[in-house]
């Protein structure tokens, strides 16, 4: 069966390579995460992907030192901020989306199966009647296949769940944001056992994004300095990663890459800030409500997970 989406998605590619869209990349070293600023460079309309909020889990304080260089960039371009995306609700890192949107502007957007892992984590962290779980946290959410502009820059959405049910990835211009779907060739792919993940799942959204035309441009959102590598690099193509990538390239089946997944899953260890990142990014980076003395809290659950 053709995918509908993916072939618009590839003709996107192809008719924009004459005129890119402009990507600032900002690397997080607490988190080893990568944020990026997309603008249009015709029109100065841009977008913010996966941004950082500073969090300091010993002594449970927020800073902006992450998000403020990238306001100061936006300001310095003199952008205008359409849009505020998330790949999916981290586990590793807080959003600092509604700071930025204070400052910046911009919506705040998602996709739409947020809903499924509002409901798991709602449950998990007894968030209450409060939190409404249906994803009006956010300004937008998007569905597989949905299309917008950022200036006269063409954006289509992917829905592409397996690391969780609600990643997408974003092809913009001819550049996608894969979000934790992969990582660079030499360190793989993402974990699949986080509630909501699936294995299967994210090899067939791998491949999924690995149709798309060879000399695609790849972004990460992360990268972990594999043994034999010492410096940070987060852009790759789809060649590159079809040929390359020691979990999941050509060649290699998807039970071959099922097992991979769910063996090594096994073996890893939480991230240091899922508590905190995903009570506060499934709710578009707020923090829950304060309490009767005025006072926000972040719960850690025990012997839950």
Same mark, same amino acid.
């Given at each position: 069966?053709?995918?509908?989406?993916?072939?618009?998605?590839?003709?996107?590619?192809?008719?924009?390579?004459?005129?890119?869209?402009?990507?600032?990349?900002?690397?997080?070293?607490?988190?080893?995460?990568?944020?990026?600023?997309?603008?249009?460079?015709?029109?100065?309309?841009?977008?913010?992907?996966?941004?950082?909020?500073?969090?300091?889990?010993?002594?449970?304080?927020?800073s902006f030192a992450s998000a403020d260089?990238?306001?100061?960039?936006?300001?310095?371009?003199?952008?205008?901020?359409?849009?505020?995306?998330?790949?999916?609700?981290?586990?590793?890192?807080?959003?600092?989306?509604?700071?930025?949107?204070? %400052?910046? #502007?911009?919506?705040?957007? @998602? =996709? /739409?199966?947020? &809903? *499924? !892992?509002?409901?798991?984590? +709602?449950?998990?962290?007894?968030?209450?009647?409060?939190?409404?779980?249906?994803?009006?946290?956010?300004?937008?959410?998007? %569905?597989? #296949?949905?299309?917008?502009? @950022? =200036? /006269?820059?063409? &954006? *289509? !959405?992917?829905?592409?769940? +397996?690391?969780?049910?609600?990643?997408?990835?974003?092809?913009?211009?001819?550049?996608?944001?894969?979000?934790?779907?992969?990582?660079?060739?030499?360190?793989?792919?993402?974990?699949?056992?986080?509630?909501?993940?699936?294995?299967?799942?994210?090899?067939?959204?791998?491949?999924?994004?690995?149709?798309?035309?060879?000399?695609?441009?790849?972004?990460?959102?992360?990268?972990?300095?594999?043994?034999?590598?010492?410096?940070?690099?987060?852009?790759?193509?789809?060649?590159?990663?079809?040929?390359?990538?020691?979990?999941?390239?050509?060649?290699?089946?998807?039970?071959?890459?099922?097992?991979?997944?769910?063996?090594?899953?096994?073996?890893?260890?939480?991230?240091?800030?899922?508590?905190?990142?995903?009570?506060?990014?499934?709710?578009?980076?707020?923090?829950?409500?304060?309490?009767?003395?005025?006072?926000?809290?972040?719960?850690?659950?025990?012997?839950?997970?």
């Amino acid at each position: 069966m053709t995918d509908s989406t993916i072939a618009h998605a590839s003709a996107q590619v192809i008719a924009a390579r004459a005129n890119p869209a402009a990507i600032k990349a900002f690397f997080d070293d607490a988190t080893n995460t990568v944020s990026y600023v997309v603008h249009d460079p015709a029109t100065k309309r841009a977008a913010i992907i996966d941004s950082v909020l500073d969090y300091d889990p010993a002594a449970g304080r927020t800073s902006f030192a992450s998000a403020d260089k990238i306001i100061a960039f936006v300001k310095k371009h003199d952008l205008g901020v359409d849009w505020l995306l998330e790949t999916h609700a981290h586990a590793d890192h807080l959003s600092a989306a509604p700071h930025l949107q204070e %400052k910046l #502007g911009g919506k705040i957007a @998602i =996709g /739409e199966h947020i &809903v *499924t !892992v509002q409901n798991s984590f +709602g449950k998990l962290f007894n968030a209450g009647s409060d939190f409404e779980r249906d994803g009006s946290d956010f300004d937008h959410l998007w %569905k597989d #296949g949905d299309r917008f502009q @950022i =200036g /006269e820059i063409d &954006v *289509t !959405v992917l829905h592409v769940p +397996g690391h969780t049910p609600a990643d997408n990835a974003y092809v913009i211009g001819d550049a996608v944001f894969v979000g934790d779907t992969m990582f660079m060739p030499d360190y793989g792919t993402a974990r699949a056992d986080f509630p909501g993940g699936d294995a299967r799942q994210l090899f067939r959204s791998l491949r999924r994004i690995l149709e798309l035309p060879p000399e695609t441009r790849l972004f990460m959102c992360h990268d972990y300095l594999p043994e034999g590598r010492d410096n940070y690099i987060w852009e790759t193509t789809v060649a590159d990663e079809r040929a390359h990538n020691v979990h999941a390239h050509d060649g290699v089946t998807e039970d071959e890459f099922v097992a991979m997944r769910e063996a090594r899953d096994i073996a890893l260890s939480m991230p240091r800030l899922i508590m905190p990142s995903i009570q506060v990014n499934m709710r578009a980076g707020h923090m829950p409500a304060p309490e009767e003395n005025g006072i926000r809290y972040l719960k850690i659950p025990v012997n839950a997970v």
